[in-house]
């Protein structure tokens, strides 16, 4: 049997909807192999997950993904990082105060845009005070403003869109040597998002590479079968490594399925091999 993996995943320590250790038992009885939890600025529910990993009998990669300063939306993914690190942690908790204002930003520009909608809404799904994107969408869904969450990122909150702020603390580069200096490798998340032609995409990683980029998301739920080709060439071609994941967030974005993305997602094993070789 095929060995399966996701390393892309969120609790209700970032914007998902699971604990971390109902992440890590549902990706158990969806028969996957190996995860990593990897919720949005903190690192809040890695130990945790990596407890569940031991009971249920599933490998779990200490993760996160930070926001990064972008024209458009860019995220890192950092795998295998120690959750103790001093430097780590202490940027962390400056984070947390830019996305508190980014959070103000968004509420206010939804109800500018005819929403009655507000920050306390969103902390009311968010169990653990830190609120995303997810968050506010579930709150437009509530209130009958849209039909789905996902929805709510096509017509408002993602990049490009009226209720979109793109506020963040650190740069790209300020965000590998973040996750290097915490012992982990870097990785780009979903490229199709950064809206970079294939020139500027080349650029752009190959100039992060220089500062430590260890590879990019080469399997994600949003790709087309082109599209993910086309970013293994690219890893290939600049001597990065891929890693691969759903993004999964639960009911908080519930088209979305652990290891399977929209359901036709399979990240083999071997990727994560492959990572852990120097």
Known sequence: MEKLIDLHTHSIKSDGAMTPTEVVRHAASKGLSAISLTDHDVT???????????????????????SVQSKT????????????????????????????KRNEDTAKKLQEAGFDITME??????????????????????????????????LYLSNGRP?????????????????????????????????????????????????????IEGYYSEYTPEMQEKYHKLAHDLELKISGGTDFHGAMKPHI???RGFGNLKIPYSVLEEMKRN
């Not at 809040?44 to 930070?66: H, N, Q, R, Y």
């Not at 702020?165 to 200096?181: D, G, N």
């Not at 995409?201 to 980029?213: D, H």
Request: glycine share 10%; aromatic share 8%; proline share 3%.
């Open 44 to 66: 809040d529910g890695v130990s945790e997950a990596v407890s569940a990993g031991k009971t249920f009998g599933i490998e779990v990669v200490p993760g996160i993904e930070l």
């Open 73 to 100: 939306e860019t995220h890192i993914l950092g795998y295998f990082i120690d959750i103790t690190n001093s430097v780590l942690l202490d940027t962390l908790v400056e984070i947390k105060k830019v996305r508190y």
């Open 121 to 154: 809404d969103a902390l009311a799904l968010a169990p653990n005070g830190l609120v995303g994107r997810a968050h506010f969408a579930r709150v437009m869904v509530s209130k009958g403003y849209t039909s789905s969450v996902k929805e709510a990122f096509d």
């Open 163 to 215: 209720c979109y702020s793109s506020t963040q603390l650190l740069t790209p580069p300020q965000a590998v040597e973040l996750i290097k200096t915490a012992g982990g490798q870097a990785y780009v998340a979903h490229l199709h998002l950064t809206r970079m032609d294939d020139g500027e995409l080349y650029s752009f990683l190959s100039g992060l590479k220089n500062v430590g980029l260890d590879g």
């Open 257 to 259: 399925e652990i290891g």
